[in-house]
C-alpha cells in the first residue's frame, strides 16, 4: 500500500518538475519542440551541437514588446537548467520578426519531443548572446549578411572576415538579408589557418543561392589555393561541383528547377569522393584524390579568372571537415519553410502554469484591419441595444396606458357621453406624444397620451366634434361625413403604426450588416495572416493558429450583434404587430359606437 502512495506522489511530482520555472527573474517562456522524424529532420542517424534556425514573427509569437533591447533578457533552454548557446542575427520589434541561431546539443533520428525553452521578459538582463560558441570547432567561417554592414563579416570564432566586398546587401534573402551578385561583384575571405582542408578531415561549404541570370560558367564559390581549388560552378541553368588539382573531377551537371527559385546548395570534398547536394539530397559525387590545401575563399567570381555570378548568396557556411549527410538535409529542412523542424508552442506567464489566457491570446494577433471591423461591429451593438431598450420601454408603457385607456372605455355605459374621456393636449403632452425617447423616461399620464388608443379615440372625437357642432344642438352627419371620418382614423392608425416601427430598420442592419462585415474583417485578417507566413517562411500550424484565431475574432463580433439582435427584432415586431392590431379593432368598435350615437340622434330628432 505504502509504495503505491510512493508511486502515486513520484508520477504526480515529476511533471511539476519538468515545468519548474528556470529562474524567477524572467517573467514568460516560449516552448519549442524539435522534430528529427519525418514530419521534421526525417534524419537517419543524430546530428550533434548543430545551429538551428529559430523564426519569430506574429503568426507565432505576439510578445515582442515583453523582449528588451534587440533580446538582450533572450535565454535558451535545453531543461530547466541548462542554458544553451545562441545569438540574434535580427529582432525587429517593429516589424514582428525575429531571426535566432541556436545550437541545439542533439537533433535525434525519429523523435519529434525534444524540448527547448526561451526565455523572455527580464529588463534587467545582461545580453548573453553569444555567436562564437553557436558553431561548433570545425565551423570555420559563417556569413549571415547585413544591410547595415557592407563587409561580410564572420559569426564564428575564428573571425574570417571578408577583405573584399562589392557584393550589395539585399533585404528580399532568404534569412534576413543576403548578398547580392550583379555580373560584377564578387566577396574574397584571406587564408587562414582555420580554413585549410586536411584530406582526413575534409571540407565542407554550404550556402543558399538563387541564381537570377544564366550563364555560361559563374563561379558560387571557389576555394584557392594555387593551382588548387575546389569550386561550385552555376553552368547554364545548372549547378556542377569541381576538384582542380593534379588530377581534376567534377560532378555531373544538376538541372536546377527554374531561375529566380531559392535552393540551398552544399559541396563536401571528403573520404576520396567530391559531392554535390541540392537541398538537402545528394545529387552528384565522383571520386578525387585531392592534396592538402590553405586556400582563400572567394564568392561570386574571380578578379583573375571572371566568371561572375547574377544572383543572390545567403547563410554561407564553410567547415573545415566533412560532415555526415543528415548535417546537410538538416541544413536544408531547419532553414526552410516546408518543413516544421522546430515546433514552435504556447507561451506561458510565471504566473500561469497554464500558460496565458487563449483569450488574452487571440486578442494580442488582432490585427488593425480586424480593431477596425470589431469598432464598426461595436458601434452596431450599441445603436442595437439603444434601440432594443428604448423601444421596449416605449412598448411597456404603451400597453399600460392602452390598458388603463381601454378599462375607463368599457366603463362607459350606452348612455354615457362617448366624448367624456377625450382632454386638450397641453404642450409637454403633445412632445410626448411625438417623442419615443419621453414615452419610454416618462411616467404615466393622466390623459394616456403614450397610449396610440387614445390617440385614435381622439383624433375621432374631434372630426364628429367639427361636424356635429358641441352640444345637442349639432347638424345631422351623413353617410359621407362618417367615411371621412373613418379615413381620418385609418390615418391616424398608419401614423401610429410608423412610429411604433420606428428605427426597427437599424435593428435588420444588424442582424443583415453585422455577420457580413465580421466575414469581411475576417477574410482580411485570413490573407494578413498567410501574406506574413509567406513573407517569413514558416508555415507550421502553431504560425498559423494565432492568427486564424485573431481573425475570426471579426466573425464572432460580427455574430455577437446580429444574434440579440434578432431575436430583439422578432419579439419586438410581434409586440407592435399586437398593439396595431388593437388600435384597428378599436377603430371599427368607435366607429361602430359613433355611428349607433348618430343613429339614435337623428331617430330621436
Not at 511533471?15 to 516560449?30: E, F, H, I, Y
Not at 547554364?236 to 567534377?250: M, P, Q, T, W
Not at 420606428?502 to 485570413?526: C, D, K, Q, R, Y
Not at 450583434?561 to 398593439?579: G, M, R, S
Request: charged share 20%; with cysteine; proline share 4%.
Amino acid at each position: 500500500m505504502k509504495l503505491s502512495r510512493y508511486l502515486l506522489l513520484f508520477f504526480l511530482v515529476i511533471p511539476g518538475l519538468a515545468c519548474a520555472w528556470w529562474n524567477d527573474d524572467w517573467s514568460s517562456r516560449k516552448q519549442m519542440t524539435l522534430d528529427g522524424g519525418i514530419t521534421g529532420a526525417d534524419l537517419k542517424g543524430g546530428v550533434a551541437d548543430f545551429p538551428l534556425l529559430l523564426r519569430l514573427h506574429t503568426g507565432n509569437f505576439s510578445y515582442f514588446s515583453e523582449v528588451h533591447e534587440g533580446g538582450k533578457d533572450i535565454r535558451m533552454m535545453a531543461d530547466d537548467k541548462t542554458p544553451l548557446k545562441y545569438h540574434v542575427e535580427k529582432f525587429d520589434p517593429v516589424n514582428e520578426m525575429a531571426l535566432i541561431w541556436v545550437k541545439a546539443p542533439k537533433v535525434r533520428s525519429g523523435v519529434d519531443s525534444d524540448t527547448v525553452w526561451m526565455y523572455y521578459g527580464n529588463e534587467e538582463a545582461q545580453d548573453a548572446a553569444d555567436s562564437k560558441g553557436t558553431y561548433d570547432v570545425n565551423q570555420a567561417l559563417v556569413f549571415h549578411f547585413d544591410e547595415q554592414n557592407p563587409q561580410a563579416q564572420d559569426a564564428t570564432a575564428y573571425g574570417n572576415n571578408a577583405v573584399k566586398s562589392t557584393a550589395v546587401a539585399d533585404a528580399a534573402g532568404w534569412i534576413g538579408a543576403a548578398a547580392r551578385f550583379a555580373g560584377s561583384s564578387l566577396i574574397e575571405v584571406p587564408a587562414s589557418p582555420s580554413l585549410q582542408f586536411d584530406p582526413a578531415k575534409g571540407f565542407s561549404f554550404s550556402a543558399w543561392l538563387k541564381l537570377d541570370q544564366a550563364t555560361a560558367e559563374a563561379y558560387v564559390f571557389r576555394a584557392v589555393d594555387g593551382s588548387r581549388s575546389i569550386e561550385l560552378v552555376a553552368r547554364n541553368s545548372g549547378l556542377v561541383a569541381r576538384y582542380v588539382g593534379d588530377k581534376s573531377a567534377e560532378t555531373a551537371a544538376f538541372s536546377l528547377p527554374g531561375l529566380g527559385q531559392w535552393h540551398n546548395v552544399s559541396v563536401v570534398l571528403g573520404s576520396g569522393k567530391l559531392e554535390l547536394y541540392v537541398d538537402g539530397n545528394p545529387v552528384g559525387s565522383v571520386a578525387v584524390s585531392a592534396a592538402s590545401m590553405n586556400p582563400r575563399l572567394v564568392l561570386g567570381g574571380d578578379e583573375s579568372r571572371g566568371g561572375y555570378l547574377t544572383g543572390l548568396l545567403d547563410e554561407v557556411q564553410v567547415s573545415n571537415a566533412a560532415r555526415d549527410p543528415d548535417w546537410y538535409k538538416l541544413i536544408a529542412r531547419s532553414q526552410s519553410p516546408d518543413f516544421n523542424v522546430i515546433n514552435v508552442g504556447a507561451d506561458e506567464g510565471k504566473q500561469g502554469e497554464g500558460g496565458p489566457n487563449s483569450f488574452v491570446v487571440i486578442i494580442q494577433n488582432v490585427t488593425v484591419d480586424g480593431w477596425v471591423v470589431i469598432g464598426l461591429t461595436g458601434v452596431m451593438f450599441i445603436v442595437a441595444v439603444l434601440v432594443m431598450v428604448t423601444k421596449s420601454m416605449v412598448i411597456n408603457r404603451i400597453k399600460k396606458d392602452n390598458k388603463a385607456f381601454m378599462e375607463q372605455y368599457d366603463a362607459m355605459g350606452p348612455d354615457s357621453d362617448p366624448t367624456a374621456l377625450d382632454q386638450e393636449e397641453t404642450d409637454e403632452e403633445k412632445e410626448l406624444a411625438g417623442s419615443e425617447f419621453l414615452t419610454a423616461m416618462m411616467g404615466k399620464h393622466d390623459h394616456f397620451q403614450s397610449s396610440p388608443l387614445y390617440r385614435v379615440y381622439h383624433a375621432g372625437i374631434r372630426e364628429v366634434k367639427k361636424r356635429m357642432g358641441r352640444g345637442s344642438g349639432g347638424r345631422p352627419m351623413s353617410a359621407e361625413a362618417l367615411d371621412v371620418i373613418r379615413v381620418k382614423l385609418d390615418s391616424v392608425v398608419v401614423r401610429e403604426s410608423q412610429r411604433l416601427n420606428s428605427n426597427m430598420v437599424l435593428l435588420t442592419i444588424a442582424i443583415a450588416g453585422g455577420p457580413f462585415l465580421g466575414l469581411l474583417g475576417t477574410v482580411v485578417g485570413v490573407m494578413i495572416t498567410f501574406a506574413v507566413i509567406a513573407a517569413t517562411g514558416d508555415v507550421n500550424i502553431n504560425s498559423i493558429a494565432p492568427g486564424i484565431a485573431a481573425a475570426l475574432l471579426a466573425t464572432v463580433a460580427g455574430l455577437a450583434v446580429a444574434i440579440p439582435a434578432l431575436f430583439a427584432y422578432n419579439y419586438l415586431l410581434t409586440q407592435i404587430k399586437d398593439i396595431v392590431a388593437d388600435m384597428r379593432v378599436f377603430t371599427d368598435e368607435f366607429m361602430a359606437m359613433i355611428t349607433e350615437k348618430i343613429a339614435d340622434r337623428q331617430r330621436e330628432m
